[in-house]
């Protein structure tokens, strides 16, 4: 039986000031839930409030500020991890969605949730468990329905679709022009769009988030993410300086990309009921997207590491924690770090996970919640022995 929590509420009186004097008597709440029964949008926390609350307190949050961006294996607090990403994302599209008149709740609840199904070690990671859950499974995994999965199954947090769905198209691997809203009716709906990524691996291709916000959310992970990670590159010694990147109508640094692609979505989206980069622009942040894959994420230097001795470790620890669960072994680490933890935050409602989920899902549910550090952490204690990794301090080639 779930748990009763006691809330308290704003007086009428107060209310109907704030109503009036805030909003001019135009609060409203048009947000989707699974339970619409739960979570009410009050005056003090309107319906997406409450998820950016929920994101932030949610068990995984804390779990960003130790998953690679882009450079893993460095002891250096200056490299940017995923918790910085995701905050500069919802700042970057909060500026847009202040100039255009959108809800910068619901903004900041996408940018802020929508990261939090990733894998350690980046891509890279993504890539690995992707190709070892398909071969166990023929299922697919993304890290962005994964982070759809963690906010809504996982933890049942009862967020809206709005939200839920923003997170989903968020892929910021895809660069359009121009962005229309999809139409997006209801839980029904958008299920399927769930389904049909783990089933079609060209599924991915085609979202497109239903609501503006969602929109400007997909296209500020790129602007974050360009500019930002050539300083990193810097920072690692993978290269010299920005100037080995092609100058363009964007620039070429971090400050110019970021602040000529907003003006220039402004500038064409404001007042449209879509979101649009001109050509020039468009083309800009295409080829800067692309500098940076030679430059830096196609990079030997990194590529290697990752290829030859992060994926075996993978490919050991899913093994092993898959037959820890067949042959129910209470003493492994999945069961006494993930599902006793994920059954305690599920305290407060009726859901059983292990009911809802397969053994296969349970571990890549387990994967893809750790940070760098506990992963390798766990392999060297599931196999007793050192990990083939060497990190780099701060006094090292000093």
Known sequence: MAAKLRYERLSDNIQEVINQEIFHGCFSDNSIRRNPDRDKATLWRGAFVRDVEKIMHSPYYNRYADKTQVFSFYKNDDISHRALHVQLVSRVARNIGRLLGLDLDLIE???????????????????????????????????????????????????????????????????????????????NEFDKKIDECYTDKSAIKRLIPSTLEGCVVRISDMIAYIGKDRQDAIKTKLITSEDIFTENEIGKYNATIIHNLIVNIVENSYGKDYIRLDDAHYDALKSSKSDNYKIIYQNNKISDVYDNKIRPMFESVYARLLEDLKNNRKSSPIFKHHIEFVNNANRFTDYEYTKNSDFDEIVVDYIASMTDDYFIDLYEYLFDKKAPIQYIGYFDNV
């Open 109 to 187: 609840a996408i940018a802020l949730g929508h990261d939090i199904g990733h894998t350690p070690f980046g891509h890279a990671g993504e890539r690995f468990l992707n190709d070892l859950y398909f071969a166990n499974t023929g299922r697919y995994f993304n890290h962005n329905v994964h982070s759809v999965r963690v906010l809504d199954k996982i933890f049942k947090l009862n967020l809206t679709l709005q939200t839920l769905d923003g997170i989903l198209c968020h892929n910021g691997e895809f660069e359009c022009k121009k962005y229309y809203p999809s139409q997006l009716s209801d839980f």
